[in-house]
Nanobody, 124 residues
Framework: QLQLVESGGGLVQPGGSLRLSCAASGSIIRIYDMGWYRQAPGKQRELVAVIPSGGSTNYADSVKGRFTISRDNAKNTVYLQMNSLKPEDTAVYYC??????????????????WGQGTQVTVSS
């Protein structure tokens, strides 16, 4: 069973920093893309940042220069370092991973999985 477990959310003052982590576990063969999305109350879920297995990172314009996404392939973990946080960054943050996993002895299937979400609140 595939699972993504997030950690690192919380309450921080404007201008502060937080670091989110998301670890994937299960019968994973390889992970292609790992990313972070967020959803604020009353709004649709939006892309924050994505990091492919071998390509360049991509960020939402609203977080460029403040957030940094990175991954540790050996640990199947993706991180999001968030600096200079603003009240408008307040949202539930979700990690996402896409890749291949093994089911049974002979099957290789694709997965597109989400974490449970972690709350980030930026407020004084």
């Amino acid at each position: 069973q595939l699972q993504l477990v997030e950690s690192g959310g919380g309450l921080v003052q404007p201008g502060g920093s937080l670091r989110l982590s998301c670890a994937a576990s299960g019968s994973i063969i390889r992970i292609y893309d790992m990313g972070w999305y967020r959803q604020a109350p009353g709004k649709q879920r939006e892309l924050v940042a994505v990091i492919p297995s071998g390509g360049s990172t991509n960020y939402a314009d609203s977080v460029k220069g403040r957030f940094t996404i990175s991954r540790d392939n050996a640990k199947n973990t993706v991180y999001l370092q968030m600096n200079s946080l603003k009240p408008e960054d307040t949202a539930v943050y979700y990690c996402n991973a896409k890749g291949d996993y093994r089911r049974g002895a002979y099957s290789v299937l694709q997965f597109d999985s989400w974490g449970q979400g972690t709350q980030v609140t930026v407020s004084s």
